[in-house]
């Protein structure tokens, strides 16, 4: 019997031993290699990137984890009893392992079979998000955790180690941390999160996707009654103060944050330029704070003013057509689809909905259209515009006249709710389509380069492209104001007497004459310089090009900013060169700026993550024309407005200068102009190149928008003219001879010079014109 129990004391010895000796051997294995724990003692995880306006309001984030790192104190005290309730009831007790629970959770998985379930502590989850990232759920993981753990709870505090875990914890939707999770499901700080949000948040760590309140709040809702029961019983909160938690509304952010709409475009640029400049780990991961230029009311205003000159442009082309036509069978599908988009979606004055039209009355001129439950009432009126599109035709030669022109029972169309409407009728609504034609803006301060506004298109959801910095399209006629800029610089006056008619070019016998038009084809003779800016006419343009040779022109753009490539022949002087809105619009601001090149600012400065600056931009300008050019040009462009293609502008009711452009065959609308405060310029076409409408030009399609634009970003500031330089000086001249005015003249004008450069004589007596003289020249007689 001895030797038996001998025998036992043996075996039970050596299986203790074999055991400790495996333990040892694994633990040391498991334990090897371990990460240095030292490393997160400077926390820096991935934070957002955030760019702002110049009021400083946020216009775009960008992210590789959406965080949003904040100090302990700022997390209600509520909110950190709900998640160590819900998931680490013992973390105030335990010194990183708490064994009661890992033994809980251990059996549960031999039940199963598999890994089901942790037993972490939060220290643990800690430990594992910020060292063993990207590892296997296995045992030896769990071991190195729990040694990791403990290493933790012995270098840092309880406190610290709850600070990494509200700020690193994945809680859905993108959310790391909880003031991004406060903010990405309620729209607030975390601060600001009463005791029913908070529990929320503390149900998600545990399986955020499947407890999201936004996909599944049946779910959401469960889980934050248990959260709420756990802290009862751990007697954070009374009974009472459960049930009211349980009993509160939540308002539950179900669209995605979307700052980047504000201003997409500009934001865009941004996001390229930091990329380029600093690389995609600064950009997505490096919490940069961006001050930018961007007047975000500015912004509003130029996309209002974008979307209603294209909107008028577009009808103008004329109507497109129904989306689609519907059977009758087919109507009730559409009305149970039409009733889902409209419950997310309530319809209010203004808005643009898609109806199908259920009745057509030529009799009562209206017809009826279906909007949800609801009817809508479509006169005649508000589809007056919906000619048919030709192209050859005005588009006021051919207005509807009865609504079954244009309209049939089962077509899908698109309607604006304009008002109430009377009984049956729930709305008056007018016809709409979504325009085709593109357009951009670009805005800024001549006198420092800030870009207050960007639009690089109708909608940037549709297309990404920035037809205001990326796009290069012929600028036609906007393009004039360099080469006369030029013409200036190299001695000419604007009072210079040139020859308006057909001009072939036969510099290169080798190509087809070149015959260049004016618009409409008509010459007028002996012309003043001004005049030929004025009315845009392009044969003197080229002449004036020819005159002062084009290496010169060429040479004298590019120090007016012109970057693009330059078609290096005459047809430059008609802007046949692919330009971007960006740069022309530079190129006006000279004129603006006393004859100073700035150049553009988008970023005022950038601060990194530590507070420091790494970036600041402040006005660069360089000289490239004289005060007394700039002022002159001024002068011209000025009466481009006043008596010339941009007499549309004059409705602005303030100082200021601007050029329209138009394009061979009506592709492309322009209108660059500027008060002292602001240039801006506009541009109007198709992606395709495709000819717009007739009479689309720049001063039809394009001068309105930059109109509703200027009209409204400077009201209530004072008017103010441009101020002229020493070295001009102002003569009332005799329109048609260019000669100072006397009694003898029919019609004067009032013209800027360069001093020195004014006339000298006194405009004569007319003469009586002879027989045959030339006075007025078209196509026709010049053949």
């Not at 005649?380 to 022109?405: I, Q, T």
């Not at 604006?416 to 593109?438: C, H, I, M, Y």
Request: proline share 5%; with cysteine; aromatic share 10%.
């Amino acid at each position: 019997m001895k030797g038996f129990i001998k025998f036992l004391v043996v075996i039970l010895f050596l299986a203790v031993f074999i055991a400790a000796g495996t333990g040892a051997y694994f633990w040391y294995i498991w334990s090897s290699n371990l990460p240095y724990i030292g490393s997160v003692k400077e926390y820096r995880p991935p934070i957002i990137t955030e760019i702002y306006s110049d009021d400083g309001e946020v216009i775009g984030r960008f992210w590789e984890e959406k965080r949003i790192v904040i100090p302990l104190k700022q997390v209600p005290d509520h909110m950190i009893q709900a998640f160590v309730a819900a998931e680490d009831a013992r973390f105030f007790r335990h010194e990183g392992v708490d064994i009661i629970s890992i033994a809980r959770a251990f059996m549960k998985n031999i039940t199963a079979g598999k890994i089901e379930q942790g037993g972490s502590t939060i220290t643990q989850q800690v430990t594992k998000s910020l060292l063993l990232k990207n590892t296997k759920r296995t045992y030896r993981r769990k071991v190195r955790e729990a040694i990791l753990s403990i290493q933790f709870e012995k270098s840092f505090s309880k406190n610290h180690i709850l600070f990494l875990y509200m700020n690193q914890i994945y809680l859905g939707q993108g959310a790391y941390g909880v003031e991004a999770a406060a903010r990405t499901y309620f729209n607030k700080s975390a601060r600001g999160l009463t005791l029913a949000e908070a529990a929320l948040l503390a149900g998600l760590p545990q399986a955020p996707a499947r407890y999201s309140p936004v996909s599944h709040f049946n779910r959401a809702k469960a889980r934050q009654r248990y959260v709420l029961q756990r802290m009862v019983q751990e007697r954070y909160i009374t009974e009472k103060q459960r049930r009211d938690a349980l009993a509160e509304q939540l308002e539950i952010q179900t669209k995605t944050e979307n700052t980047f709409a504000k201003a997409p475009y500009f934001t865009e640029n941004i996001r390229r330029y930091l990329l380029k400049k600093y690389g995609r780990n600064l950009l997505y991961r490096g919490g940069l704070k961006i001050y930018t230029t961007l007047n975000l009311q500015m912004q509003q205003t130029a996309r209002d003013a974008m979307r209603k000159g294209l909107t008028e442009l577009d009808k103008r082309e004329g109507y497109r057509g129904s989306l689609k036509h519907l059977a009758p069978e087919e109507i009730s599908e559409f009305k149970l689809q039409a009733l889902q988009k409209l419950e997310s979606t309530p319809p209010e004055i203004g808005s643009v909905v898609e109806v199908v039209v259920v009745e057509v009355d030529d009799e009562k001129m209206e017809a009826i259209v279906l909007i949800g439950e609801e009817t809508g009432r479509l006169a005649l009126s508000e589809m007056k515009w919906a000619r048919m599109p030709d192209p050859e035709v005005p588009y006021y030669a051919s207005r509807v006249k009865k609504p079954s022109e244009v309209l049939k029972n089962g077509d899908v169309i698109l309607v604006r709710l304009l008002k109430s409407g009377n009984d049956p009728f729930a709305w008056e609504v007018s016809l709409e389509q979504t325009p085709v034609v593109q357009g951009a803006l670009f805005c800024m301060v001549p006198g420092t380069g800030e870009v207050q506004a960007i639009v690089g298109g109708k909608d940037f959801t549709e297309s990404q492209f920035d037809r205001a910095i990326q796009s290069r399209r012929q600028p036609g006629s906007a393009f004039k104001p360099i080469i006369y800029s030029a013409a200036l610089d190299w001695g000419m006056n604007p009072a210079e007497m040139i020859i308006d008619a057909p001009y072939i070019s036969g510099e290169n016998p080798d190509e087809e004459a070149w015959k260049p038009k004016n618009y409409k084809e008509k010459f007028f003779g002996p012309t003043l310089l001004r005049t030929g800016l004025i009315k845009s006419r392009n044969v003197m343009t080229v002449k004036i090009l020819r005159k002062i040779g084009v290496k010169y022109a060429i040479q004298y753009a590019r120090n007016m900013g012109i970057e693009s490539n330059l078609s290096p022949d005459l047809s430059m002087a008609l802007g046949s060169s692919g330009l971007s809105l960006m740069e022309i619009t530079r190129s006006y601001a000279i004129f603006a700026n006393d004859g100073m090149l700035v150049k553009p600012i988008f970023v005022k400065r950038i601060i990194d993550r530590s507070g420091q600056v790494i970036e600041e931009n402040q006005p660069e300008s360089v000289d490239v024309i004289s005060k007394e050019t700039a002022y002159v040009m001024t002068d011209l462009l000025k009466a481009v407005i006043q008596e010339g293609t941009g007499w549309r502008i004059r409705a602005l009711k303030r100082p200021a200068a601007g050029k329209t452009g138009t394009t061979n065959n009506l592709r492309d609308a322009w209108f660059i102009g500027y008060t002292p405060d602001l240039v801006t310029g506009v541009w109007v076409g198709y992606d395709d190149q495709k000819v717009m409408g007739k009479g689309e030009t720049g001063s039809r399609a394009a001068s309105p928008i930059w109109l509703y634009f200027m009209s409204k970003v400077l009201e209530g500031r004072p008017k103010v003219d441009f101020q002229a330089p020493d070295g001009v000086v102002f003569a009332k001249i005799d329109a048609k001879t260019g000669l100072l005015a006397s009694p003898h003249s029919a019609k004067t004008v009032f013209q800027t010079f360069k001093e020195g450069t004014e006339p000298k004589k006194y405009s004569p007596k007319p003469e009586a014109p002879k027989s045959g003289q030339f006075l007025q020249y078209d196509m026709d007689a010049a053949k």
